[in-house]
């Protein structure tokens, strides 16, 4: 069953429960959700999931789902990567859940203020409603450099943090292992005068990367190795893509996370599973500050891993750098910029993210129930069209040059109201090559030497004579329509076995078709040794295609079904009006099985 979010009700999962729950417990007035991703790479179908139940618990709330980068390790990230995050993002939800989006003006930084009980707190809002997009951006963790070095050194200074000289090699020695102890650093009962001032002069750039780190103070013999006094800051001498070159010591993630939460005003900070570890530090760190405002609570669901793709970033960014593929959006790939060029709708990856629920187990999730739920929503929203791949031609020999039949096509039968367009017959035309055989297999029903089949909305057409160039190429099929036999004539019930689909010659453009397969052949690539090994050769196929005319005008983004191939879309980045392309977003039936893989 496929849940569409965007007209019917989601159904709820735990976490959806835990948020209804605090609503009405008082625990919060409103909901506050984020999507953080890293900027290090493209966004994976995986990441749908994240945006789709953030959003989606945003939406059914009358909340807000942040967009925030978190670009603590400038070291891996780009701006490339942002801006292709946003586009991906934006894409995913428009029309769904744009309204709930969080951004902040542009440029905003944390604001300092008393709260009520003459506390200090930080806070950073969102841009007011109606504020112009180009006023606005996405949350940065990298604008809460000031606020997060403010809290280290409360924290140094309630003795919960401590500058410590052990090398990064050393530092993971003295941690132990889940089965052992850590060791105390011998620099850990440092003054907080000492700390303060190795600090700041970390900050100021005294040291060498690696030279010294800030780590808190738990407890190395925690049975949770991430409470082994893990590190919150590191030395790096490198700029950042949206910081600029003013800062030279970076946050580690779980101190940068749970604070973003809390500026933000975050109520439900919602991750996948590989962070149930990490949840203590979390509520460890906010818990020393002795914050203000109510706190954010981290809550975790099952990462999706569908079949016969990979997902992590850093085994996309070896495809793409490889050369496998031809980009972070080649069409072959499950991250979202590849599934748009592909032509697969936001709502049918909105609908298929949402279907497989949230969990707290990982599995991995058929890629057929994706292709299934693309193919659903394709076949209720595209119109239909003619093309024709591997073309040959066909010359109805009883049809004057020039000469033009009008017949009309369906524009899509499974519309209220199913509208028509006219599809001129003329003398000669264009048939698949697949649809026919000179030495037709038994029950063969398509175009064979002496046989009839029907021309789709046209008529019934025999084959008399195949022509052959002297190296005994075809060159062409010469033919008799039987004109009769065309809707509304006297002989339109006439049956036979096979009907084919054409294009007419004269009323056609060229086209580069390409026919895409799945990329790997085993299921879990990510589970083999080397990825690179268990590729499918035939992932990608080029072929040139005679498309009906109105497809030339077709927009990428526009998903049209050529009728019997399956469902196609104008490449967004190669095809031009003079030189067609176009990408199969998937075929019209699951013949995965069928080819034997
Ligand atoms: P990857 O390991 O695939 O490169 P990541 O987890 O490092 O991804 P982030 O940029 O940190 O990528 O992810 C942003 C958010 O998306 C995080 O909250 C993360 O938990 C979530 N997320 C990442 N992968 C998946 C997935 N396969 N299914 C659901 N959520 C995911
Ligand atoms: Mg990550």
Redesign the pocket.
């Known amino acids: 069953m496929s849940v569409d979010p965007s007209t019917s009700a989601t159904p709820s999962d735990f976490i959806r429960d835990i948020v209804a729950a605090d609503l009405a417990a008082g625990r919060h007035t409103s909901i506050v959700t984020r ?4 900027p ?2 493209y ?5 749908a ?3 789709c ?1 953030n959003f989606g618990i945003a939406r059914e709330q009358n909340g807000r789902c942040n967009l925030r980068f ?1 670009d603590t390790n400038p070291v891996k990230e780009d701006v490339e990567y942002v801006d292709s995050i946003t586009a991906d993002v934006r894409w995913l939800i428009q029309g769904w859940a744009d309204h709930c989006l969080g951004v902040k003006p542009r440029g905003a930084k944390p604001e300092t203020r008393t709260a009520a009980d003459g506390r200090t707190d930080r806070l950073i809002g969102p841009a007011p409603v109606g504020a112009k997009d180009a006023d606005c951006e996405a949350f940065f963790a990298s604008d809460y450099f000031d606020a997060l070095y403010e809290y280290a050194l409360t924290l140094i200074r309630n003795g919960d943090a401590y500058v410590c000289d052990l090398s990064p090699k050393e530092t993971d020695e003295y941690r132990g292992a889940p089965d052992r102890p850590g060791r105390e650093s011998p620099f850990r009962n440092r003054s907080v005068a000492e700390n303060l001032d190795l600090f700041q002069r970390m900050r100021a750039g005294e040291f060498p990367d690696g030279a010294r780190s800030l780590r808190a103070r738990i407890d190395m013999a925690s049975p949770n190795v991430w409470l082994r006094d893990p590190l919150l800051y590191r030395i790096r001498h490198v700029a950042h893509h949206h910081a600029g070159d003013g800062w030279c010591i970076y946050p580690l993630y779980d101190y940068a996370h749970c604070l973003s939460d809390y500026l933000e005003g975050i109520t439900h900070s ?3 599973l ?2 149930v570890d990490h949840r203590p530090l979390y509520d460890w760190i906010l818990g020393r500050l002795n914050l203000p405002r109510p706190l954010p609570h981290q809550y975790e ?5 569908p079949s016969y793709t990979l ?4 085994r ?1 960014l070896k495809l793409v750098e490889e050369g496998v593929v031809s980009g972070w959006d080649d069409p072959r790939l499950a991250t979202l910029s590849g599934l748009r060029r592909r032509g697969v709708p936001a709502a049918a990856l909105r609908r298929f993210v949402t279907s497989v629920g949230v969990t707290k187990y990982d599995s991995v999730t058929d890629i057929a129930l994706f292709e299934h739920t693309v193919r659903d929503e394709l076949n209720a929203a595209s119109p239909r069209r003619l093309a024709v791949l591997k073309p040959i031609r066909v010359v109805l020999t009883n049809l004057a040059p020039g000469e033009s039949v009008e017949c009309r096509a369906t524009n899509n039968p499974q519309a209220e109201n199913p509208t028509t367009r006219p599809v001129p017959l003329t003398r000669e035309v264009y048939i698949e090559s697949d649809d026919f055989a000179e030495v037709p297999p038994p029950k063969y029903f398509r175009l064979k030497p002496g046989g009839e089949v029907r021309l789709k909305y046209a008529c019934i057409i025999r084959l008399d004579e195949i022509i052959k160039d002297a190296e005994g190429r075809l060159i062409e099929l010469r033919c008799t329509a039987d004109l009769s036999t065309r809707a509304g004539q006297p002989n339109a019930d006439r049956k036979v076995k096979g009907t084919i689909h054409w294009v007419s010659a004269s009323h056609c453009v060229d086209a580069e078709v390409r026919l895409y397969d799945r990329l790997f052949t085993v299921p879990e690539p990510a589970a083999e040794e080397d990825f690179l090994k268990v590729l499918n050769a035939r992932s990608l196929e080029k072929v040139s295609a005679k498309l009906e005319s109105t497809l030339a005008s077709a927009q990428p983004g526009e998903c049209v079904q050529f009728e019997r191939l399956g469902y196609f879309t104008p490449d967004a980045v190669e095809s031009r009006p003079d030189r067609l392309v176009f990408n199969r977003t998937i075929t019209l039936k699951d013949t995965w099985g069928a080819a034997g893989a």
């Open positions: 999507f953080p991703p890293e290090n790479g966004l994976h179908i995986g990441h999931k994240s945006i139940l978190d919602i991750c996948t590989e962070f669901f099952a990462k999706l891993v997902i992590s970033k850093r996309l």
